[in-house]
């Protein structure tokens, strides 16, 4: 995942930085929905997997999609995509890209996983620290229950991730006495 996300990181900048200046950041990130959610489909894969299709095939048939942006600039982008085979990053594509969107705009979505769902009081706890540790940004928090967790906290906003979870702090104890 950790490559994804690297190989994604200067395809969505470089798009953010054109839909910034065309004022199209919205359409475009609708636009990066759709290619990862078509792209998710085992039938998409097997589609863009195929080595007897012509890569010209699978450009018409993504720049088909129905988005509302520059048809020639997303053509482009799906053939470069394609050319160097980094469809499959299409999801971390969209990711980073909104995740810009959220920055440009001094927003922050932050992922909050527990073994439980929050309670309204922890929640705003959780809430007031971030907004200490990022006072010029507005959080969102996006709430996940994850069992494996066990209990405590994993926040994830963007690259930054802080694990303050009960496993977490059970895999870094073993890794001290492992070392």
Known sequence: MADLITIARPYADALFSVAKAEHQESAWSNALSVLSAWIADPQARAFL???ERAEEDKVQFLSSLPVEVNGEAWRRFIAVLLENDRWAAASEIAAHFQAAVLADQRRMEV??????PLADDQKSAVR???RRRF???EVQLREEVDEDILGGL???AGDLTIDAS???QL???TQTLRN
Do not use: F, I
């Open 166 to 168: 009960v496993r977490g």
């Open 135 to 137: 006072p010029d940004h």
């Open 128 to 130: 007031e620290a971030l």
């Open 154 to 156: 994993v926040l994830q």
């Open 111 to 116: 992922v909050v996983r527990s073994a439980v």
């Open 171 to 173: 895999e870094q104890l």
């Open 49 to 51: 997997d195929d080595p």
